[in-house]
């Protein structure tokens, strides 16, 4: 008898199955390649466009709210292969439609290609660093806990901004709360790994705080609103493996006896606000979000399942978009506005898994929570960032014909006749070995088209073999819509976009650029009046004294 599990994946696969096939009937209805796809056609598409961007106007507002989406790995060809997975080459995602577009060079201050940590370090502190830090600066090199705690070197975050603000402040994962993407919104470093203390060296427990610790006993981790993702197996020492939440073994595991999340209860408690905790779909859907000030959701011992796994009952994990407008449906209390950051992590994960259908599903789940955020919010006084913290080396080539599944065979080499999928790795694990050897030593490449490629475990070839696929080092795209959006407009480095932030919502370094621009207002305003007025007058005196001239000096 198939377990709920297992009946779930499979009615799941089903449920995408019958989505592709009516997509593949739409696509053929009603996209170009249903049509002439005649001159007359993209003419009329360009034109349309055109008066859309012309027509479009700037929102110089100050951004009373900032909502920021990170892809974590979701690099280009992630997205348009997302899009075309989801229906076909001519739709978009969610934030696909935002008016403005730019690109972001990840690179850190020691490596060409780049870690989760240190890029979250430079688009939420708006400093770049080195590679595996948190929350710290060039001068804090990984492991170096003494030069970490020098506070010359630890950079603030919009989080702290925020909450300087007096602005509530949340954050939501599919991953562990203190990994590498989240942590540097709370938290300095000399290391992402140390989670807990158990990854710390013994001879520095006592002098550098673990990340975990410092989400719950530190400002501002201790001030966040709305807590949500993984990682309780950092939070409490010694919790046990189920059968749908398993011990993350890659990451750190508590054994000290702590408790950080009743120590966080305990806090709240103290301070008299209003709290609740939660660890599954039906205590989520059950929140009363005008009852809560503080949430916190650990929904795994590491990081959350991948959504084709994810248990949907009421003893499951939430989706990222039930997450997401649930942070904003607590945040969006605070009269002063509010900041939320949302990762959809487990792109990454599955990325260097080598599992492109994965990554893929993940990309679209993040789009389902950009998309029920717009529906939302008020752009007028909303900022909405879309953006991903690295690449990955997922490659997207061939020359497949349109009407054929992104994840299948583009075509066959004309080296060695064999097919290739449009989708590979230039680096990958084990599981990605494209090659095998015949008895007689014969190396040969693996025919993909005798595997169903469309499987979520189905691991397309890489072209180099080493534990896993990495990260890849070329630029990401970031989409933006709201105050101030069309700061974000051109090639950028990474770090400008904390800056572009700040400058929207008036925090942080720009807290007082707010009545400075009310200020310089009022002055180019009186300025304007007064040229306004010596011209006039200059006029004038320019009139009575041509008129003097010519009527009684020259006629003398």
Same mark, same amino acid.
């Given at each position: ?6 009946r779930h994946t499979i009615s799941d696969e089903m449920d995408l199955n019958v989505i592709r096939f009516f997509s593949i009937i739409v696509f053929l209805n009603f996209s170009p390649l249903g049509e ?307 990762? *959809? =992590? ?7 898994? !080598?599992?492109? #259908?994965?990554? %893929?599903?993940? $990309? ?107 990260? *890849? =080092? ?7 819509? !709201?105050?101030? #959006?069309?700061? %974000?407009?051109? $090639? ?65």
């Amino acid at each position: 008898m198939l377990s709920h599990h297992t009946r779930h994946t499979i009615s799941d696969e089903m449920d995408l199955n019958v989505i592709r096939f009516f997509s593949i009937i739409v696509f053929l209805n009603f996209s170009p390649l249903g049509e002439s796809e005649d001159a007359k056609y993209w003419e009329n598409l360009a034109s349309d466009e055109l008066k859309k961007s012309l027509s479009y106007k700037w929102n110089e507002n100050i951004a009373k709210n900032v909502i920021v989406f990170i892809g974590d790995g979701m690099s280009i060809d992630t997205i348009t292969a997302s899009r075309i997975y989801r229906e076909n080459e001519t739709s978009y995602l969610a934030w696909e439609k935002l008016p403005h577009v730019g690109l972001l060079k990840t690179y850190n201050t020691n490596k060409r290609v780049p870690d989760s940590a240190s890029t979250a370090t430079a688009l939420f502190c708006g400093v770049k660093t080195n590679y595996n830090v948190v929350g710290v600066d060039k001068n804090v090199q990984l492991n170096d806990c003494a030069a970490s705690l020098n506070p010359q070197f630890r950079v603030s975050s919009i989080i702290d901004w925020a909450q300087q603000a007096n602005k509530d402040t949340g954050f939501v994962t599919t991953t562990r709360v203190t990994h590498a993407t989240p942590a540097p919104l709370y938290a300095s470093c000399p290391n992402r790994s140390w989670e807990c203390e158990n990854k710390i060296p013994k001879n520095l427990k006592t002098k550098c705080k673990d990340i975990a610790r410092q989400l719950i006993e530190n400002k501002p981790g201790k001030n966040i609103k709305v807590i949500m993702g993984g990682g309780r197996q950092m939070l409490v020492s010694n919790v046990t493996a189920s059968k749908f939440d398993p011990i993350d073994n890659w990451a750190c595991y508590s054994t000290d006896g702590r408790n950080l999340i009743e120590d966080w209860a305990s806090d709240k408690k103290h301070r008299m606000k209003s709290h609740k905790i939660i660890q599954n779909n039906e205590e989520l859907a059950n929140v009363n979000p005008d009852d809560v000030e503080f949430l916190l959701g650990i929904f795994a011992n590491g990081h959350l399942n991948m959504d084709w796994q994810r248990e949907t009952g009421p003893k499951g994990q939430p989706s990222l978009e039930d997450m997401t407008t649930m942070a904003i449906k607590v945040l969006r209390k605070s009269q002063n506005g509010y900041l939320l950051v949302v990762e *959809g =992590g487990l792109i990454d994960f599955a990325h260097h898994r !080598g599992h492109a #259908a994965q990554a %893929l599903r993940e $990309t679209i789940r993040l789009s389902d929570a950009v998309n029920a955020t717009l529906a939302m919010v008020d752009l007028a006084d909303t900022l909405i960032i879309v953006t991903s913290d690295h690449s990955h080396s997922m490659s997207f080539n061939g020359y497949g014909d349109r009407k054929t599944s992104i994840l299948g065979v583009a075509q066959n080499s004309r080296i060695d006749g064999i097919p290739f999928t449009t989708l590979s790795y230039s680096t990958g694990g084990p599981n990605n070995m494209g090659y095998n050897v015949t008895s007689t030593g014969q190396v040969f490449r693996i025919d993909p088209s005798l595997y169903d490629t469309e499987d979520f475990n189905y691991s397309q070839q890489a072209t180099i073999i080493t534990d896993e696929a990495y990260h *890849g =080092g070329g630029d990401v795209a970031i989409y933006a819509a !709201g105050p101030f #959006a069309h700061l %974000l407009h051109t $090639t950028h480095e990474q770090n400008y976009v904390a800056h572009v932030i700040g400058y929207a919502a008036k925090i942080g370094p720009y807290a007082t650029s707010a009545a400075t621009a009310s200020y310089l207002g009022k002055i180019q305003y009186h300025y304007h009046w007064w040229l306004y007025y010596l011209n006039i007058k200059h006029l004038l005196i320019f009139i009575f004294t041509y008129h003097f001239v010519m009527n009684f000096i020259i006629p003398s």
